[in-house]
């Protein structure tokens, strides 16, 4: 069941939505050679505490980290710990947050010092592909046409859409319905309504789109091992025009 939120939901939405936004945003910051993903953790598990929050994701189904930070030719989940981030790294940053009972989660990919023209293309299109999709979901779309907007991005630009993984509802859960594949044809699936929340979060392969999971049980690789790249959003459906973007920081 696809849960409307209440102008009041949507309200504390903004809340944890704005929080996400601005651990993500002091996390990218930190990235740079020689920092573990550890560090990074730890830096995101004190940032989410002074705001009186909770992360999302610790302890969820077991998983041990604040944060996911993924490197390179991984895609999602990677847990945080002794990896040092070095020049030419691509490093993928995914940040949830529960406050007063709602989530925000949103993701970035950054890059380290990259000159690789192909991983910088394949970073911008991940990027492109988020914008697209939130302004494909609109009141009245489909909700495969978001997926399939996300897929259009990544397939002209020579690239794959992970398969296993899919962007979701958000709210008071992490996980709501509706799932929201980053493939797909136009004009399937449930009518996109005002007051939906939703996490949109393409995830591109440069090679193909097949992927493994590690033996510690969470961290997703390619199956070729080429470079990945993740951007998400949380949003809300809007009575007209693209979804509000609620994983966005305060201007300072
Ligand atoms: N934030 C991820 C998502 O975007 C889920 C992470 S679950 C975790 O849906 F346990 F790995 F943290
Ligand atoms: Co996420
Ligand atoms: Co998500």
Redesign the pocket.
């Known amino acids: 069941m696809i849960i409307i939120k209440s102008s009041d939901d949507l309200a504390h939405m903004r809340v944890s939505g704005q929080m996400a936004a601005e651990v993500l945003n002091e996390v990218a910051r930190k990235v740079g050679p020689g920092v573990t993903t550890g560090e990074l953790d730890v830096l995101a598990a004190d940032m989410i505490a002074a705001m009186g929050g909770k992360s ?2 610790y302890g ?2 077991g ?1 041990p ?1 604040h944060i ?1 930070v993924s490197v390179n030719e991984e895609v ?2 990677g847990i945080p710990g002794h990896r040092r981030i070095q020049m030419g790294d691509i490093v993928s940053l ?1 940040v ?1 947050v529960v406050y007063d009972g709602f989530v925000g ?1 949103t ?1 970035r990919t950054v890059m380290v010092g990259v000159t690789d023209p192909e991983v910088i293309r394949l970073v911008h299109t991940g990027q492109r592909a988020l914008d697209v999709a939130v302004e494909a979901a609109v009141a009245g779309a489909r909700l495969s046409d978001v997926s399939h907007a996300i897929e259009t991005v990544a397939v002209d630009a020579g690239y794959s859409v992970v398969r296993d993984f899919v962007g ?1 509802g958000v709210g008071r859960s ?2 709501e319905d509706p799932q929201i594949p980053n493939y797909g044809p136009r004009g399937k699936g449930p009518k996109l309504k005002p007051g939906m929340t939703l ?1 949109i ?1 393409p995830m591109i392969n440069m090679g193909m789109f097949e992927v493994d999971v590690m033996g510690d049980g ?1 961290t997703v690789l390619t199956r070729d091992r080429k470079p990945s790249v993740h951007f ?1 959003h949380s949003v809300a459906i809007r009575e007209e025009g693209p979804a509000e973007v609620l994983t966005c920081a305060k201007k300072k």
Request: charged fraction near 25%; include cysteine; charge should be negative.
């Open positions: 999302a994701f969820y189904r998983y980290g996911c999602v989940h995914d949830g989660d993701a979701h992490m996980h996490a979060e969470w998400e």
